[in-house]
C-alpha cells in the first residue's frame, strides 16, 4: 500500500520534478562561456521544460516553450533577425489568436499578461541589439513572474517551475546590464 502511494506521488509530481531538470540545464546554459554549449544547453533545457509543461496539460506554458524553443535554435544557428523577428512574433500572435479563438482569456483574466510576455520574449530572441534584447527580455520576463505567480495562485504547480526560472533569468539580465553599461 506505501509503495503504491510512493509511486503515485512521484508520478503526480512530475511536471515539477521534469521541469526543476530544465531550469538547471537552462541555468548552466547561462554561465557556460561558449556560445555553442549554451545555446546546447538552452535547446535541450526548452525541451525538457516543453515535457514538463505538456505533462502538466499547461497550454500556454508548453506553446511558450515552442517559440523559446526556436528563439534558441534560431540563435544557434545564427538566422537573420528579419526571420527570427517574422517567424518568433508571428507565432506568437497565431498562439494569442488561439488563445482568444478558444475563449481562454476568460477563463484565465491574468492570460493577457502572460501574451504581452510572449510577444515580448519573442522580440527578445529576434533583436541581436544588446540593450533592445535586454529591455524585451527583462519586460517579458517580469510579466512572465507576474503570470506564473497568478498560475500558483490558481492552483497550477509548474507554475513555480515558470517562477524560479524567470527569477534566474532576471538575475542574469541584471548581471549583463551592469555589463553593457
Not at 526556436?70 to 537573420?80: H, I, K, T, V, Y
Not at 517574422?86 to 475563449?103: A, D, H, K
Not at 510572449?118 to 517579458?140: E, H
Not at 510579466?143 to 524567470?166: D, K, M, S
Request: aromatic fraction near 16%; proline fraction near 1%; glycine fraction near 8%.
Amino acid at each position: 500500500m506505501t509503495e503504491v502511494y510512493k509511486q503515485n506521488n512521484l508520478l503526480k509530481y512530475a511536471d515539477i520534478y521534469i521541469g526543476a531538470l530544465g531550469v538547471i540545464m537552462i541555468s548552466i546554459g547561462l554561465i557556460v562561456t561558449t556560445p555553442c554549449d549554451s545555446h546546447i544547453l538552452f535547446i535541450i533545457g526548452q525541451i525538457v521544460l516543453f515535457c514538463s509543461a505538456v505533462i502538466a496539460r499547461n497550454k500556454f506554458y508548453y506553446l511558450l516553450q515552442i517559440v523559446t524553443f526556436l528563439g534558441a535554435l534560431f540563435g544557434l544557428f545564427g538566422f537573420a533577425v528579419s526571420i527570427k523577428l517574422f517567424l518568433l512574433v508571428f507565432l506568437s500572435i497565431i498562439i494569442i489568436s488561439y488563445f482568444i479563438y478558444c475563449g481562454m482569456f476568460k477563463e484565465d483574466k491574468s492570460l493577457s499578461v502572460g501574451a504581452i510576455s510572449l510577444i515580448c520574449l519573442a522580440v527578445g530572441y529576434s533583436i541581436n541589439n544588446n540593450l533592445v534584447t535586454s529591455y524585451a527580455f527583462g519586460i517579458g520576463g517580469v510579466l512572465q513572474v507576474i503570470y506564473a505567480w497568478c498560475a500558483i495562485r490558481a492552483g497550477i504547480a509548474v507554475g513555480w517551475i515558470f517562477l524560479v526560472l524567470n527569477i534566474v533569468f532576471l538575475l542574469a539580465l541584471v548581471v549583463r546590464l551592469f555589463e553593457i553599461f
